[in-house]
């Protein structure tokens, strides 16, 4: 049965990065692609961008770009999202995802990230 | 880019109640709408795909329909477990999606 596990939660100073990380186990990795969605408090879902390990090329949300890297690592089965020049809006839950081409079937529990001064 | 909105933003039901909610992309989408149920400290959970498709495992008291830029999701009777947030999702333009603003469920 195929599972994410994102990293810890942060707490990040305005103006510097976060770099989360989503590990997934089973026969998963090389053949889905991998979407990062975050939640603002009181805010609904909003997807950042994604990555398909195999072919390493990322696709980011208009709003992000620029800001945004997502990278994977096929030998660990790692994706990472790192989140640059930090301001408080950018508090939120974020979450990795399994897209199954069209439809994200599997989530990780969600990393928690405050930015505060 | 194409737009999502979904009506109601919030609904309260009673127990047993049939709910609807409605999705409305700014254009024709096809099927390509996905719906996902969130609740509050958890993963959101995929429970209709391609419009209409049930996912494995998920209660069949839920329900998808539509094509092209209007979409209905239906809980047949609606369970206190079911209180959550629900949203639409189009991949018409994959890899990018684009989420629906979502809607609020709760019990009267």
């Known amino acids: 049965q195929v599972q994410l596990v994102q990293s810890g939660a942060e707490v990040k100073k305005p103006g510097s990065s976060v770099k989360v990380s989503c590990k997934a186990s089973g026969d998963t990795f090389k053949n889905d692609a991998f979407n990062w969605v975050r939640q603002a408090p009181g805010q609904g879902l909003e997807w950042m961008g994604g990555i398909f390990p195999l072919f390493e090329t990322p696709n980011y949300a208009q709003k992000f770009h620029g800001r945004v890297t997502i990278t994977a690592d096929i030998y660990t089965s790692t994706v990472y999202m790192e989140l640059r020049s930090l301001r408080s809006e950018d508090t939120a839950v974020y979450y990795c995802?399994?897209?199954?081409?069209?439809?994200?079937?599997?989530w990780g529990k969600g990393t928690t990230v405050t930015v505060s001064s | 880019d194409i737009q999502m909105t979904q009506s109601p933003s919030s609904l309260s039901a009673s127990v047993g109640d049939r709910v609807t909610i409605t999705c409305q992309a700014s254009q024709d989408i096809n099927n390509y709408l996905n719906w996902y149920q969130h609740k509050p400290g958890k993963a959101p959970k995929l429970l209709i795909y391609?419009?209409?498709n049930l996912e494995t495992g998920v209660p069949s008291r839920f329900s998808g329909s539509g094509s092209g830029t209007n979409f209905t999701f239906t809980i047949s009777s609606l369970q206190p477990e079911d209180i959550a947030t629900y949203y639409c999702q189009q991949y018409d333009n994959l890899p990018t999606f684009t989420f629906g603003p979502g809607t609020q469920v709760d019990i009267k």
């Open positions: 391609d419009a209409s």
């Open positions: 995802a399994r897209a199954k081409i069209s439809h994200m079937d599997v």
